[in-house]
C-alpha cells in the first residue's frame, strides 16, 4: 500500500508518460505517488518475453522511438540510448513481371540508382529529395515547440515560414501534395504511409486525421528518423522507472484506480488491490490514461469513442527469408522498414474495403528487423546461431471489422494474418513459416494482436494506439497552456490523449509536469 496518504501529486498510470512526468515532479522536491494497475509499469513501451522458453526479449507493442526529445534523456539523466537505422526503407514489387524494388539509404548515389531503376528516370528522386527537405525544415521548427506551451496556429505557422509547406501538410489532404509531386504509385504509396500508422483514413480525408499523423511521423527530432531503442522498449520505460525513484517518487503496481473526486484545489483517488481498496489525496492528479478513461474516474461525460486500424505481429526467426529480389540482401531489406502492399493503389482500396465492413483482400503492412541492428535483445545462443525478430504493423483494419464474439474475433484475426503473411510471401524466395523458429511446445514463434487484443490487454480505446485522433501541435479554444488541462484546474491528462500526445515521446509527461510546477 502507499507510504502516505496525502502526496503533492498522485499520477494514475505507470506508462512512460506517466514516469517522465513523476521523474521531473520528484526531481523538483514534490511528493510524488504512482499508482499502476498492472504488475509491472512500462504500459504499452515494454519489453517481454512472448514465446515459451525463448530467449528473446521483444518491444511487444510499440518499438521504434522519434519522437522522444533527446532533453528529456539529458535532464532526467536516463541511462538509454538508440540507433540509427543504416537504411530508411525497401518496397518490393513486380515490375513488367520482374521482381525489383526501391531501396531507400546506404547514400545519396546509392539511393538515387534505386529510383531510377525502378523509375526509368531521376525525376521522383528528385522530388523526393525537394520534398523531404521540406519536411525537414518543419521538422526542425515545429520540433522544438513540442515541449514550450503550445503557440497558436498564426505563431506556429510564423515560425515554420514557408506558406507552401504550411499549406501542404496542415490545410490541405495529404493526397494533394502526394500526387502533384510524385508520379510513380509505388513512390506515392511510401510517402503516403506515414500518413496511415494507426489511422484509418483516405489520402484525401477531409478531416486531415492523415495530416496531423503524418506530420507527427516526419518531425521527430527534428528530423523525422526513426531509431531503434538499446536494449528493447522496455529499456527505456526500466530507465524512467529507476530515474523516478531515485528522484524519491514511490510507484506502487497492482493499484488500480477506480475513482477520482476534485474540487479544483484538493483531489482524492480511490484505488483497489488485489487485497484491497483504499484512498489517497492530493493537490494535484495526472491522468496517463486515456480520455475515456479520465472520465470513467471523474464521472464526466466521456469523449466521442475512439478506434484503432492496425495490426501488430511480432516473429521470431530461425533466419531471414530469401527474396525474389537478389539485387537486395534481406540484412539491407529488413533492416529498414519494408513495405508490403503499400502501393499507392494499393492503400486506396484496403481502404475502400475496410470501409465497407471487409477485411482488405491485400491487407498492406511494413516490417521491420529490431536485431540487425540491436542484436542484445536476443540470448547469446540464439544470436550466435543467427536469429533474428521481426515485427510486422498491418494498415487500414479498423476495430469494427473484429466486432462480435470472442471466437469470431479470433476467427477474423487468424484470417487477417493469414492474408498479411500472404502478401508477404508474394515477395520472398521462401515462404515466411519456414523460416519460423519454435518455442518450447513446438510452436512457430509468432503472435498477432487486433485493436480488441490492445483495448482488453493495454485498455486502449477501441485499440487505438494514440489514444484518440491526433491533434495538431497548437491551441485551439479547447487547449489550455500545455494542451494537458482538463475541465478540473487540479486534474491534467498526462497520457497519448493530450495535445501533442502519441507514439513513445515522454512529451505529455513533460508538459503536465511543467504544468504543475506553473512554468
Known amino acids: 500500500m502507499p507510504a502516505q496518504q496525502v502526496y503533492d501529486t498522485v499520477i494514475v498510470g505507470g506508462g512512460h508518460n506517466g514516469l517522465v512526468a513523476a521523474a521531473?515532479?520528484?526531481?523538483?522536491?514534490?511528493?510524488?505517488?504512482?499508482?499502476?494497475?498492472?504488475?509491472?509499469?512500462?504500459?504499452?513501451?515494454?519489453?517481454?518475453?512472448?514465446?515459451?522458453?525463448?530467449?528473446?526479449?521483444?518491444?511487444?507493442?510499440?518499438?521504434?522511438?522519434?519522437?522522444?526529445?533527446?532533453?528529456?534523456?539529458?535532464?532526467?539523466?536516463?541511462?538509454?540510448?538508440?540507433?540509427?537505422?543504416?537504411?530508411?526503407?525497401?518496397?518490393?514489387?513486380?515490375?513488367?513481371?520482374r521482381p525489383t524494388g526501391l531501396l531507400v539509404g546506404g547514400g545519396e548515389e546509392r539511393t538515387r540508382a534505386a529510383f531510377r531503376?525502378?523509375?526509368?528516370?531521376?525525376?521522383?528522386?528528385?522530388?523526393?529529395?525537394?520534398?523531404?527537405?521540406?519536411?525537414?525544415?518543419?521538422?526542425?521548427?515545429?520540433?522544438?515547440?513540442?515541449?514550450?506551451?503550445?503557440?497558436?496556429?498564426?505563431?506556429?505557422?510564423?515560425?515554420?515560414?514557408?506558406?507552401a509547406a504550411w499549406r501542404a501538410l496542415f490545410e490541405e489532404p495529404i493526397g494533394v501534395a502526394v500526387e502533384e509531386r510524385f508520379a510513380d504509385d509505388l513512390v506515392r504509396g511510401v510517402v503516403l504511409t506515414d500518413a496511415l500508422i494507426g489511422t484509418f483514413a483516405d489520402a484525401h480525408d477531409p478531416s486531415l486525421a492523415q495530416n496531423r499523423c503524418f506530420l507527427y511521423h516526419v518531425i521527430?527530432?527534428?528530423?523525422?528518423?526513426?531509431?531503434?531503442?538499446?536494449?528493447g522498449m522496455g529499456a527505456f520505460t526500466d530507465a524512467l522507472a529507476d530515474a523516478a525513484r531515485a528522484a524519491g517518487a514511490e510507484i506502487v503496481t497492482g493499484h488500480e484506480a477506480t475513482a477520482l473526486r476534485t474540487d479544483g484545489r484538493a483531489a482524492e483517488v480511490d484505488f483497489r488491490t488485489g487485497t484491497g481498496e483504499g484512498t489517497v489525496a492530493a493537490r494535484h492528479v495526472l491522468v496517463n490514461a486515456s480520455p475515456q478513461a479520465l472520465a470513467a474516474l471523474t464521472g464526466d461525460a466521456p469523449p466521442p469513442p475512439a478506434e484503432g486500424a492496425q495490426l501488430k505481429v511480432n516473429m521470431l526467426l530461425t533466419r531471414l527469408p530469401r527474396l525474389r529480389d537478389t539485387s537486395v540482401d534481406p540484412r539491407e531489406a529488413f533492416a529498414g522498414t519494408f513495405h508490403i502492399g503499400e502501393g499507392y493503389g494499393e492503400l486506396a482500396a484496403a481502404y475502400a474495403q475496410a470501409l465497407s465492413g471487409q477485411l482488405p483482400a491485400a491487407p498492406?503492412?511494413?516490417?521491420?528487423?529490431?536485431?540487425?541492428?540491436?542484436?542484445?535483445?536476443?540470448g547469446p545462443d540464439l544470436a550466435a546461431r543467427g536469429h533474428q525478430t521481426l515485427t510486422l504493423f498491418g494498415l487500414h483494419t479498423p476495430a469494427r471489422l473484429f466486432a462480435g464474439a470472442a471466437d469470431q474475433h479470433?476467427?477474423?484475426?487468424?484470417?487477417?494474418?493469414?492474408?498479411?503473411?500472404?502478401?508477404?510471401?508474394?515477395?520472398?524466395?521462401?515462404?515466411?513459416?519456414?523460416?519460423?523458429?519454435?518455442?518450447?511446445?513446438?510452436?512457430?514463434?509468432?503472435?498477432a494482436k487486433t485493436p480488441l487484443d490492445l483495448e482488453r490487454d493495454l485498455r486502449l480505446p477501441g485499440g487505438n494506439i494514440f489514444h484518440r485522433a491526433l491533434a495538431f501541435p497548437y491551441a485551439d479554444a479547447s487547449t489550455g497552456r500545455w494542451g494537458v488541462e482538463t475541465a478540473h484546474a487540479n486534474v491534467l491528462l498526462c497520457g497519448a490523449g493530450a495535445v501533442r500526445g502519441g507514439g513513445v515521446s515522454g512529451i505529455p509527461g513533460h508538459n503536465a509536469a511543467m504544468a504543475v510546477l506553473g512554468l
Open 220 to 231: 521527430g527530432g527534428g528530423t523525422g528518423d526513426w531509431d531503434v531503442p538499446v536494449g
Open 24 to 97: 521531473y515532479l520528484a526531481r523538483a522536491g514534490q511528493s510524488v505517488l504512482v499508482l499502476e494497475r498492472l504488475d509491472h509499469t512500462g504500459g504499452a513501451a515494454v519489453s517481454t518475453r512472448p514465446f515459451e522458453g525463448v530467449d528473446a526479449r521483444l518491444s511487444r507493442y510499440s518499438y521504434l522511438v522519434s519522437l522522444l526529445p533527446q532533453k528529456i534523456v539529458d535532464e532526467l539523466g536516463l541511462r538509454f540510448a538508440v540507433r540509427k537505422r543504416n537504411v530508411s526503407s525497401y518496397t518490393p514489387v513486380v515490375r513488367d513481371g
Open 364 to 378: 498492406p503492412s511494413e516490417i521491420y528487423c529490431h536485431s540487425l541492428t540491436d542484436p542484445s535483445i536476443l
Open 117 to 163: 531503376r525502378l523509375t526509368g528516370s531521376d525525376a521522383e528522386y528528385a522530388a523526393w529529395e525537394e520534398f523531404y527537405g521540406m519536411t525537414r525544415r518543419v521538422a526542425e521548427r515545429v520540433f522544438p515547440t513540442l515541449t514550450e506551451p503550445l503557440p497558436t496556429a498564426a505563431a506556429l505557422r510564423e515560425r515554420v515560414g514557408d506558406d
Open 410 to 447: 479470433d476467427k477474423t484475426r487468424e484470417e487477417l494474418l493469414a492474408a498479411t503473411l500472404a502478401q508477404l510471401d508474394a515477395h520472398l524466395a521462401e515462404p515466411i513459416a519456414d523460416c519460423l523458429a519454435t518455442d518450447a511446445q513446438g510452436r512457430p514463434c509468432i503472435e
